[in-house]
């Protein structure tokens, strides 16, 4: 079982990525998902949630710029980044409940880098 991430990135204040997370394994099914970020030198955050349900959090500093999405025939989430900042520089990680072999557990994806220049 893994999480895989693609889309990061470097892009100017201002600009957008999106970035993807594919669940792939033995998985019987997929509760939450949720992207993290860490910046250097900063703890780990949530950024944003989706439940199962489709019910969407986020932290306040991104509200309005980035939404989270899913596509359950996939098996994937989306961080949709729009209006990007020089302060959205982080390490962003996937993260996923997932009931593998009928147990659930927690997942984290490898992390990919976004940087965002001035």
């Known amino acids: 079982v893994q999480l895989v991430e693609s889309g990061g990135g470097l892009v100017q204040a201002g600009g957008s990525l999106r970035l993807s997370c594919a669940a792939s394994?033995?998985?019987?099914?997929?509760?939450?998902m949720d992207w993290y970020r860490q910046a250097p030198g900063k703890r780990r955050e949530l950024v944003a949630k989706?439940?199962?349900?489709?019910?969407?959090t986020y932290v306040d500093s991104v509200k309005g710029r980035f939404t989270i999405s899913r596509d359950n025939a996939k098996n994937t989430v989306y961080l949709q980044m729009n209006s990007l900042k020089p302060e959205d520089t982080a390490v962003y990680y996937c993260?996923?409940?997932?009931?593998?072999?009928?147990?659930?557990?927690?997942?984290w994806g490898q992390g990919t880098q976004v940087t965002v220049s001035a």
């Open positions: 394994g033995s998985i019987n099914s997929i509760g939450a």
């Open positions: 989706v439940t199962s349900g489709d019910v969407t």
């Open positions: 993260h996923a409940e997932l009931l593998v072999r009928y147990i659930w557990s927690y997942y």
